[in-house]
């Protein structure tokens, strides 16, 4: 087992030369933290070749040029291919190759995200309290990365961020391939147009947007789906998708085109532009845009 | 203190320091500026227009803004010792009133420059700009009707209120009125040219 502290610096060393060998992964993001078990407690619980085998846990911000959802949904394919790379990096160097499953956990999150302390498992605070060591720098953020959580702005806008945080667990899943190849977000051919979970998110959007007196509407799935068949419609960039729900839409066809996994990851980061686009600016950014200009 | 972000205390701090300094600069005068009262007072107004921002998402008015960032200037009463450097508009005995006067110049020199940034509601350039005039420039026009108003009548309501502050009730949405009502008195364009 790799002494205390050293493999801090073993896996941010080998975070360094992957990312900045890959300009198809540092066009597309610009920073990257390591968080979680490998660095809280001085790592006294990271273990990463044994039964229960911790994960590492990076954090990636999306850059600036990366903010639409075909962008991003481009970042994250080109991420999930470099990614093998970088785990047999850190497999070789860290534990001589014994490593099965995927190493590497990531958090892909735009700079909306972080701000708001938007997070996939509904703990705001990791942003603010947790220890981030930052890979590219080795710079420890211990109090976090944001100053602040507007807890009255989550609960206002408890529909959009809840198709965010969809998002950012569908990205996580996405980006999860373990060193055999299998990934733990499947392509999609079930009976249903979409996952059930895609269509709960378009109804929660379309509920905000379309149908805020009705409750109802919250949970009605056929709305949902309904809602994302016309933002696609709309959208020239999401042509190809809105194709394969239309076929998959008619049941006659001897064979329905499956959802593949860069369809539905396409298709989450499309809902998330919707959801991002709902809440008001807050004061809080305001003032930040002030601050900013000066 | 509170739950609002550091890093805004911080700048909005020192931003509020560099402009009572500039203040106190323009009316010729020496003082001393407690930056612990600064940092209280910028606390004090991050909580507040945080607080209202929650009730009003999306639509606080300049005038609150910088209403209630100078209420907590009057309030705190940062700036002591003042002592008058040769010819200044300002009188021995109104010198007595310095954080008033401060707090005073503050929001009309705060309006005026963040008029025209956006962000914060502002129903008089909405209309302003809907007239079909040219619009005025944002910040020029109220800054010289501000001044004209507080010299009018050898200074007659300027007076009325720096009394006001310091010895009545005058809270924050007294000084979101006053402002709102100087601005909406600084365009022309509203008032068909009537005026």
């Not at chain 1, 309290?129 to 710079?139: P, R, V």
């Not at chain 1, 933002?231 to 960039?237: N, Q, S, T």
Request: glycine share 6%.
């Amino acid at each position: 087992m790799t002494s205390l502290g050293t493999h801090i610096d073993v896996i941010a060393e080998n975070i360094r030369i992957w990312f900045k060998k890959n300009s198809d992964v540092n066009k597309y993001f610009d920073q990257v933290y390591i968080f979680g078990s490998a660095i809280n407690d001085d790592g006294r619980f990271f273990v990463p070749n044994s039964l229960f085998g911790s994960d590492i846990d990076l954090l990636m911000r999306f850059s600036e040029n990366c903010q639409g959802a075909v962008e991003r949904a481009q970042a994250l394919r080109n991420l999930r291919e470099a990614k093998g790379d970088l785990e047999a990096r850190i497999c070789t160097t860290l534990l001589n190759g014994r490593r099965e499953k995927s190493l590497v956990s990531v958090l892909a999150i735009t700079d909306y995200e972080l701000y708001h302390s938007i997070h996939k498992g509904f703990d705001p605070k990791i942003f603010t309290m947790n220890i981030f060591h930052d890979a590219l720098t080795g710079e420890n953020n211990s109090g976090g990365l944001v100053d602040y959580i507007d807890f009255a702005y989550h609960l206002e806008n408890i529909e959009a961020f809840s198709v965010i945080r969809a998002c950012q667990n569908v990205r996580n899943a996405y980006l999860d391939v373990s060193r055999n190849g299998e990934s733990r977000l499947k392509s999609f051919d079930g009976p249903d147009v979409i996952p059930k979970e895609v269509m709960r998110a378009g109804a929660l959007l379309n509920y905000v947007l379309n149908s805020p007196q009705d409750k109802d509407a919250r949970t009605r799935l056929i709305d949902g789906l309904t809602f994302i068949n016309k933002v696609l419609e709309i959208r020239k960039e999401c042509e190809r998708l809105f194709e394969i729900l239309r076929q998959r839409q008619f049941g006659r066809l001897a064979k329905r085109p499956c959802l593949e996994v860069d369809d539905i990851m396409l298709l989450y980061e499309v809902l998330f532009d919707i959801a991002r686009g709902i809440p008001k600016k807050s004061i809080r950014e305001i003032i930040d845009g002030f601050i900013e200009n000066k | 203190m509170f739950h609002i972000p550091h890093s805004q205390v911080a700048f909005l701090g020192a931003e509020c320091h560099r402009v009572i300094n500039a203040i106190l600069d323009e009316i010729n005068a020496d003082a001393d500026v407690n930056v612990e009262l600064i940092a209280d007072l910028t606390q004090f107004f991050l909580r507040d227009i945080y607080r209202i921002d929650q009730q009003q998402r999306g639509a606080v008015s300049l005038a609150k803004l910088v209403g209630y960032w100078a209420f907590w200037i009057r309030k705190l009463k940062p700036i002591s010792n003042v002592v008058l450097r040769g010819e200044s508009r300002v009188s021995n005995l109104e010198a007595n009133y310095i954080n008033e006067i401060v707090a005073l110049e503050f929001a009309i020199e705060l309006a005026a420059q963040y008029r025209g940034n956006g962000g914060f509601e502002d129903v008089v350039m909405a209309h302003c700009k809907t007239s079909g005039k040219e619009p005025c420039p944002s910040g020029e026009c109220f800054k010289r009707y501000a001044r004209f108003y507080f010299s009018f009548s050898d200074g007659f309501y300027y007076r009325y209120i720096i009394y006001s502050m310091r010895n009545r009730t005058f809270g924050p949405h007294h000084f979101a009125l006053l402002i709102e009502n100087l601005l909406f008195g600084a365009c022309q364009n509203l008032y068909g040219g009537q005026r």
